[in-house]
């Protein structure tokens, strides 16, 4: 019988032993994934504001514009943002653009690179140089960022327009 309790003894330490390793896996996993849904958050906002920077232009501002993207950006997105004018026919025609995010995911996270996928609302206003009328477009698009963590800041270093299809059109 000594034998048979010693089994028991041996499989109950073990059972235990596998129980605490259990519950301080849970609480480390737990730990890693409550970090890492803080800096997901951060993805999130970093994309969403150059995403919101991108579709927003007032022609009262140019400036302002590539000044917002700079900002935001890193890389190539930066480089082009930095060699770009503001073309002038979106001045003479007294070009606006609104964006607002309708929502954002973060695809993939590591520690210094996230990809987010982001769809956002977009509204477009211009004089039509033929007629002189307010022109009015709303578009939904969908768009991807790729974001590097360069001295504690989420910035985009890619950025693409999936696609864009028209809301609603009317002409003022």
């Known amino acids: 019988m000594s034998g048979g309790r010693g089994v028991m003894v041996i499989l109950g330490g073990l059972a235990a032993t596998l129980l605490v390793i259990a519950i301080v896996s849970g609480w480390q996993g737990a730990n890693r994934l409550r970090g890492q849904g803080e800096g997901m958050s951060e993805v999130e906002e970093a994309a969403r ?3 919101e920077a991108y ?17 935001l950006s890193t890389g190539d997105v930066h480089a082009a943002v930095a060699a770009s004018q503001v073309d002038p026919s979106a001045l003479g025609q007294q070009q606006t653009m ?9 695809t993939a996270y590591s520690d210094t690179e996230a990809t987010v996928s982001a ?8 004089v039509d140089a033929t007629t002189g009328q307010l022109r009015e477009q709303r578009l ?3 768009v991807t ?20 299809e028209p809301l609603q059109t009317s002409g003022r």
Request: proline residues 2%; positive net charge; aromatic residues 10%.
């Open 49 to 51: 504001l150059f995403v």
């Open 55 to 71: 579709g927003t232009f007032d022609f009262r501002e140019p400036n302002a514009y590539r000044e917002r993207l700079l900002n």
């Open 98 to 106: 609104t964006t607002g995010t309708v929502s954002i995911q973060v």
């Open 119 to 126: 769809t956002t609302e977009q509204t477009r206003r211009a």
């Open 140 to 142: 939904r698009q969908h």
């Open 145 to 164: 960022c790729r974001l590097l963590r360069i001295d504690g800041r989420w910035l985009v270093a890619e950025f693409r327009l999936r696609s864009e």
